[in-house]
């Protein structure tokens, strides 16, 4: 793969930003990238190409600000799945990508070779072993494909978002309990509490957008077709709620680090040894939870309305 154009959108008059970067990514083979330097978070123009173009690319941001900012922009292959739509369709597949540390919610528009070359595995062996994952048995498994977008949002609030109100408050009480107890011999606790209710202070208020805001235009969405939903687009509201995830993704990243990956401390009380405990279980509640809406109700969402749109 080899990158083929370069635009430095910073030269260009406002009008023609945009369609410059659409002509360019229209006449690249598959396969190859335009590289974007903008002197500002290029985001937007992402949800333009997404609700345009679909699940067509890939977006890596090469610089990311404060003051320059460089998107290589890759157009898939076809045939060729991110590993969001990999792990949409099969959540064995999910699993064993969250073992691996693949990050297939907020990073889940690459593609898997994309997301090895970052990680620095080998491609061959990470499809291999997907394919062997997919093969083996598991429990009771939920198709969540073939739930209508009205049922996956109630699913996700009934499941999730009462999993989050349970758990955080829970979390929050725990930290603060081990970091007033042990800030002292392991300063990190301290760290950590400030992160879980920063983390609270997020998802609380994200959480009440989604089921305010988002969930019922999609449900209308699906219901009545093209609504007066005060948006130009779904693409809108559901940008913003990516947005909000990448900052609870990297939250929960942050505090996996300052745990050092939940290793018990040598000198851990039995407080700490279940505040990590309970820290892995939110944060595989929260895999799953940005999964189902990343990778399989927002583009679904936005595939329905752009089919609306065409008819009308
Ligand atoms: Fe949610
Ligand atoms: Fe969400």
């Given at each position: 793969m080899s990158t083929s154009v370069f635009i430095d959108v910073t030269v260009l008059h406002p009008t023609r930003k945009h369609p410059t970067i659409f002509d360019a990514f229209d006449n690249i083979p598959e396969g190859e990238a335009i590289v974007i330097h903008n002197d500002h978070d290029p985001k937007p123009l992402y949800y333009q190409l997404l609700g345009e173009r679909g699940n067509s690319f890939s977006w890596v941001?090469?610089?990311?600000?404060?003051?320059?900012?460089?998107?290589?922009i890759r157009k898939n292959i076809k045939g060729v799945e991110t590993i969001g739509e990999?792990?949409?369709?099969?959540?064995?597949?999910?699993?064993?990508l969250k073992e691996l540390g693949i990050d297939f919610c907020?990073?889940?528009?690459?593609?898997?070779?994309?997301?090895?070359?970052?990680?620095?595995?080998?491609?061959?062996r990470v499809k291999a072993e997907l394919e062997e994952t997919s093969k083996q048995p598991q429990g009771?498994?939920?198709?969540?494909?073939?739930?209508?977008?009205?049922?996956?949002?109630?699913?996700?609030?009934?499941?999730?978002?009462?999993?989050?109100?349970?758990?955080?408050?829970?979390?929050?009480?725990?930290s603060k309990k081990v970091a007033e107890h042990h800030g002292n011999s392991m300063p990190f606790l301290i760290n950590i509490y400030t992160k879980v209710r920063e983390l609270r202070c997020e998802l609380t208020s994200h959480m009440?957008?989604?089921?305010?805001?988002?969930?019922?235009?999609?449900?209308?969405l699906e219901n009545g077709g093209a609504v007066n939903i005060g948006f130009d687009s779904i693409v809108d509201p559901i940008y913003v709620m990516e947005k909000d995830h990448d900052i609870a993704g990297d939250l929960m990243k942050e505090i996996r680090m300052v745990a050092k990956d939940y290793a018990i401390p040598v000198s851990a009380c039995n407080s700490v040894k279940m505040l990590y405990h309970k820290l892995i279980e939110f944060e595989n509640d929260l895999f799953q939870h940005i999964h189902l809406e990343n990778n399989i109700l927002f583009p679904r969402a936005m595939k329905l309305e752009k089919l609306f749109k065409e008819v009308l």
């Open positions: 941001y090469l610089n990311n600000g404060p003051e320059i900012w460089e998107v290589e990999i792990a949409g369709k099969d959540m064995k597949k999910a699993m064993r907020c990073g889940g528009k690459r593609t898997l070779e994309e997301a090895c070359l970052e990680k620095g595995l080998d491609v061959m009771i498994e939920l198709d969540f494909n073939s739930f209508t977008l009205s049922f996956l949002s109630d699913y996700i609030v009934n499941v999730h978002h009462t999993f989050v109100n349970q758990n955080l408050p829970v979390l929050e009480d725990l009440k957008k989604e089921e305010q805001i988002l969930f019922p235009i999609i449900k209308q």
